[in-house]
């Protein structure tokens, strides 16, 4: 049996239509589904159990599992409320890592790119104490995530105790089906996927930057499908445990994305740029890129999709579906 917090999520949903179609149907999902219509991300699938997050330690007593994938957080980048983010991102964290290093669990678990902060100390993903402590997270959300790396990293260094696998995984830009739930949070092309098909304008930011053009501003973009392979790797491959980018290793510009969404529906552009707002300009990235190389020498040969193919994968196959779901 495996368990998935978060997994009426976006990237959870989908790790959960994964493991489906290999024929696990033994998969418990810990999560609230609210009012946003997340149940729909899980409507096709077969799940043994779905467990609120309120009732997961009463459930997990006297349990044999043969993983925990912890995907489950508050994930908005402007969340405010510090106590319950802590209390859902970092303490039910904790709480998790220790029943798994208690049962003998396997555990991966979702960190993510935004405890790189600016991106002044680069986007490598050093797993030593003293290379984290070096990082700047920039809002809460990516606070509450690196401080789970940290407690994480500080019982390896201390030879403490720990599942018989940990992976924290620092997914980037992900982009997908089932992420229609997330409002503002939603990627770029989401958001903008019904003005780009009914011919209006579509409003990128101008860049407030010498040298860098307008929509130029990057991200390391990565296909939801992409993370689900990886996620399923790890769990084939239980010996790998440490904390890793999931980024396809190129940044590419947000201009580039809406243009490979004008592509996949052969129609012509309409982008306008518009200043930021004052607001952000001061904190804004300019640019992310995955270091993927201890990925990839643990192992990991999966490759990832090209921006092209993936936009198209998602533009045909979901967003111009009149069922977007997977």
Not at 77 to 94: K, W
Not at 147 to 167: S, T
Not at 305 to 317: I, K, N, Q, S
Request: aromatic share 12%.
């Amino acid at each position: 049996m495996l368990l998935v917090t978060g997994g009426a999520g976006f990237i959870g949903s989908n790790l959960v239509a994964a493991l489906n179609e290999a024929g696990r149907t033994d998969v418990v999902v810990c999560d609230w589904l609210g009012d946003e219509g997340k149940w729909r991300n899980l409507a096709k699938r077969h799940l043994a159990d779905f467990v609120p997050p309120s009732e997961l330690a009463d459930w997990l007593k006297g349990r044999r599992l043969d993983a925990v994938l912890h995907m489950g957080a508050i994930s908005a980048t402007t969340a405010v409320d510090g106590d319950l983010v802590i209390d859902s991102n970092f303490r039910l964290s904790l709480r998790l890592l220790d029943w798994c290093t208690a049962s003998a669990t396997p555990l991966i678990y979702a960190s993510s790119a935004s405890t790189y902060g600016d991106g002044e100390q680069g986007f490598y993903d050093n797993p030593s104490l003293a290379a984290l402590k070096a990082l700047r997270p920039m809002n809460l959300y990516g606070w509450s995530k690196h401080l789970f790396d940290m407690a994480v990293a500080a019982r390896a260094e201390r030879h403490e105790k720990l599942p018989p696998q940990y992976v924290g995984l620092k997914f980037f830009n992900v982009f997908g089906p089932n992420e229609y739930h997330k409002g503002t949070m939603m990627s770029v092309l989401a958001r903008r996927f019904d003005d780009i098909k009914a011919g209006r304008v579509v409003e990128l930011f101008k860049s407030h930057r010498e040298g860098i053009a307008d929509g130029d501003q990057r991200r390391d973009f990565i296909y939801v499908d992409d993370v689900v392979r990886v996620m399923m790797w790890l769990l084939a491959t239980p010996s790998v445990s440490g904390l890793f980018n999931v980024g396809t290793g190129e940044a590419r510009s947000f201009k580039d994305l809406i243009l490979a969404a004008y592509g996949a529906l052969g129609t012509t552009p309409n982008i306008v740029y518009i200043d930021m707002p004052e607001a952000i300009r001061g904190s804004y990235q300019y640019f992310t890129q995955a270091e993927v190389d201890r990925l990839q020498v643990a192992g990991y040969n999966g490759g990832f999709t090209a921006l092209e193919d993936a936009v198209g994968h998602y533009v045909r196959g979901y967003l111009e579906s009149a069922d977007r779901y997977r």
